[in-house]
């Protein structure tokens, strides 16, 4: 099983550029979940979507928007990148029930100039 | 005032020391617990879930104290191979949301 897939690993982006962030699973998780991880912050939720064809945002936000897709699938789209979103961003995923663990995927790098 | 909070070490211990970590949460209503281990540069991996009764995996340990709301991790003969970072992570039922502390850093030294 692959797990939970994003892309890309890498991005480098000029502020004012747009940009979608893709996450799959293939665990058949109802809940799906988007983080952004900085230097002595954490990781912090930005938004999350507890099932297919709901979204909610979390923490953090502010210069994102989501779409899931369908129960695979959940994107997170920077409209017009800043600096401040410089930062590694996770997808992560769970059945949606109490004490389920959350998979994540490999993370991206995110790189605004 | 963040929901969990760890102290960010670092801590740098000797091969087969015993190490513990702590974390404390702030909503009482939370429901689960969890430790996980992140490598640097890579994804979080679940090292533990954590029971109200406490709860043991080999070297591992982890404890929950509701009425301090802290939980703690405590790792024995220490290996090389545990340096890592630790992050707490607390779930709040009430959508689903996962709270995660800002990480406690381990390296073990030869």
């Known amino acids: 099983n692959a797990g939970v897939t994003q892309t890309p690993k890498f991005q480098v982006l000029k502020t004012g550029q747009s940009m979608t962030l893709q996450c799959a699973q293939d665990m058949n998780h109802n809940s799906m979940y988007w983080y952004r991880q900085d230097p002595g912050m954490g990781l912090r939720l930005i938004y999350y979507s507890a099932s297919e064809g709901t979204t909610d945002k979390g923490e953090v936000p502010n210069g994102y928007n989501v779409s899931r897709l369908n129960k695979r699938e959940f994107s997170l789209r920077l409209e017009s990148a800043a600096p401040s979103q410089t930062s590694v961003y996770f997808c992560?995923?769970?059945?949606?029930?109490?004490?389920?663990?959350?998979?994540f995927g490999s993370g991206t790098q995110l790189s605004v100039l | 005032r963040k929901e969990v909070e760890q102290d960010p070490g670092p801590f740098n211990v000797p091969e087969g020391a015993t190490v513990a970590f702590n974390c404390t949460y702030s909503n009482s209503a939370s429901q689960s617990f969890f430790w996980y281990r992140q490598d640097c540069r890579k994804e979080p991996k679940l090292l533990m879930s954590v029971y109200s009764s406490g709860n043991e995996d080999g070297r591992f340990t982890a404890q929950l104290n509701r009425a301090s709301q802290y939980i703690s991790l405590l790792i024995r003969d220490s290996k090389l191979s545990d340096s890592a970072t630790y992050l707490c992570v607390v779930n709040w039922v009430a959508g689903n949301q996962f709270y995660f502390g800002t990480g406690t850093s381990l390296t073990v030294i030869p």
């Open positions: 992560a995923s769970n059945k949606g029930s109490t004490n389920e663990k959350l998979f």
